[in-house]
């Protein structure tokens, strides 16, 4: 499994910003995939995930309301559609996919088997 994440940048406050993560290497039926991101200094903590079946989202209290994860089966594509961006969403995005069988504790990065490499997504105020 590779995941390719791209679409970081530079922001201002209040604005939006659209990541991909391209997955390859296998069907991704059964499958969790996930957005985390990693401040300077903290650790890495989970922004919110997607049922490859079904496409249900899961997301954290900090970003529910202004991000939003969807999928492109057709293109085994997730996609992170992040609108008010705040200072403090300023990190590193990564995605990741849980292989199936998956579990409950889809916040959890130890739940997920393979990483992409991250992008910088920086907003100024």
């Known amino acids: 499994v590779q995941l390719q994440a791209s679409g970081g940048g530079l922001v201002q406050s209040g604005g939006s910003l659209m990541l991909s993560c391209a997955a390859s290497?296998?069907?991704?039926?059964?499958?969790?995939m996930g957005w985390f991101r990693q401040a300077p200094g903290k650790e890495r903590e989970w922004v919110g995930s997607?049922?490859?079946?079904?496409?249900?989202?899961y997301y954290a209290d900090s970003v529910k309301g202004r991000f939003t994860i969807s999928r492109d089966l057709a293109k085994a594509t997730v996609t992170l559609q992040m609108n008010s961006l705040k200072p403090e969403d300023t990190a590193v995005y990564y995605c990741a996919a849980d292989a199936p069988p998956t579990n409950i504790y889809y916040f959890n990065t130890g739940s997920y088997e393979y990483w992409g490499q991250g992008t910088q997504v920086t907003v100024s105020s």
């Open positions: 997607i049922r490859w079946t079904g496409g249900r989202t």
């Open positions: 290497g296998r069907t991704f039926s059964g499958y969790v």
